[in-house]
């Protein structure tokens, strides 16, 4: 489907036409019709599929073409991090170009400056508020803000806020949103406890359910099977043999971020780091730099990552597995964007070989492998399998735990201690 095949206004189809889009994502072609209906919808879609057009076009539409107050508040975005937040107003910004409509971005920042302009925008009222709960929350607790004329109310990545503890932010916030509104959600997974929470303050939504694409074939995907203690020296290897900018490396933990960080500037490599640590200013800082191929890798944890829009980035290098197949398209789909082609490595550990493995049964295909150095050592053998369970000891109905006597004498343990398996 093209979008002027939809009842969007002249005023977003000329934006659109300028921003060269031309044909729907399955996941825009689902949800806009649905979203202009007014209906409540759960769309469940993997990050980089066009979700965020797939409300902003919808929810700009609905604002030309309803009654709606200009002074006051009329919707509210939610997003999980500050960079997401900017990611959206970008877009809010491109596609409402020739719309007369004002918006606020509503997040952290070490700026006193930037906590008035939020301020400004919240009293008096901007069309469209994107805005983080936590950062939202605080502006509430310190004065009044008028919610009443909120009709329209999204959440993205609604996932990604469960994970990180925010839904009870986000409920204090709906409850202050009048009951009559047009509520949205986006979500790469839909597990039960987002599902149940959802319930509680939607009415009724339709559920969008676009299956995960698998990664495109312009990433040329490489595995290296290795020891833990051969990332590092391996990644180091690769860098200085290949002299590339814009690498993305993502570590699955803050605190081995910073370690990574920390050795590849001892090693010479332009390295910055992304993490939560970090303040606004540094963020954007980092993020200015890494865009104008100041950086050579940019190390990275998932959920600051996923505000990370670049299109040229060569090299796509998963230090640790992500745990699920979804994760794992996401990070890769960094590389090969805007019809570049691009590469991506995955290091897969001992303790990382069951949960690559489910990532290949999902792939399709054998992920192609590359041979570790010789200067760094033996490889372990790939071979994934799931834990043994452990066998239990059988229990008297007293409680007491049954152990088995041989030739009527208790089996005495060697050292009294009991080993446990890591």
Aim: net charge neutral; glycine share 6%.
């Amino acid at each position: 489907m093209y979008f002027d095949e939809l009842p969007l206004t002249d005023n977003i189809l000329d934006a659109l036409w300028d921003m060269h889009f031309e044909e729907c994502t399955p996941v825009q072609e689902a949800s806009i019709p649905v979203i202009l209906e007014g209906r409540d919808v759960i769309s469940c879609a993997q990050t980089g599929t066009g979700k965020t057009a797939a409300y902003i076009l919808p929810l700009l539409n609905n604002l030309a073409t309803d009654q709606h107050d200009p002074t006051r508040i009329n919707a509210i975005i939610m997003a999980p991090t500050r960079e997401l937040a900017q990611q959206i107003d970008q877009q809010m910004e491109g596609f409402s170009f020739y719309s007369p409509f004002s918006s606020v971005a509503v997040y952290g920042g070490s700026d006193g400056n930037v906590w008035d302009v939020q301020k400004r925008g919240l009293t008096r009222g901007a069309d469209v508020v994107i805005a983080t709960p936590g950062r939202l929350l605080s502006h509430m607790n310190v004065y009044k803000i008028d919610f009443s004329a909120v009709k329209y109310f999204i959440l993205d990545e609604a996932d990604r806020m469960l994970d990180m503890g925010f839904f009870d932010d986000i409920l204090k916030i709906v409850s202050q949103l009048p009951r009559d509104r047009q509520t949205i959600m986006f979500s790469a997974t839909m597990p039960q406890e987002l599902r149940r929470l959802a319930k509680g303050f939607m009415r009724d939504p339709v559920e969008v359910n676009i299956a995960i694409s698998r990664p495109p074939e312009t990433i040329h995907q490489q595995a290296l099977v290795c020891y833990e203690a051969q990332k590092l020296p391996f990644v180091i290897r690769l860098l200085k043999q290949k002299r590339l900018k814009k690498v993305l490396l993502f570590v699955g933990k803050k605190a081995n971020v910073k370690d990574i960080y920390i050795t590849l500037r001892r090693e010479g490599i332009e390295a910055r780091q992304m993490h939560s640590d970090l303040t606004q200013q540094e963020r954007e800082q980092v993020m200015l730099d890494f865009r104008n191929g100041k950086v050579d890798v940019l190390v990275a944890t998932d959920i600051v990552a996923r505000g990370i829009d670049v299109d040229d980035i060569p090299l796509v290098i998963n230090y640790d597995v992500p745990r699920d197949a979804e994760d794992y398209v996401h990070r890769i789909g960094r590389t090969a964007r805007a019809e570049n082609s691009g590469e991506a490595l995955t290091l897969v550990s001992e303790k990382d070989q069951l949960f690559f493995s489910k990532i290949e049964k999902f792939l399709k295909k054998e992920t192609e492998r590359l041979s570790l150095p010789q200067e760094l050592g033996e490889a372990p053998e790939y071979n994934p399998q799931p834990p043994q369970k452990k066998r239990r000891r059988a229990t008297k109905p007293g409680g007491k735990s049954h152990k088995p006597q041989r030739g009527g004498q208790k089996k005495r343990a060697s050292d009294g201690k009991r080993h446990q398996q890591k």
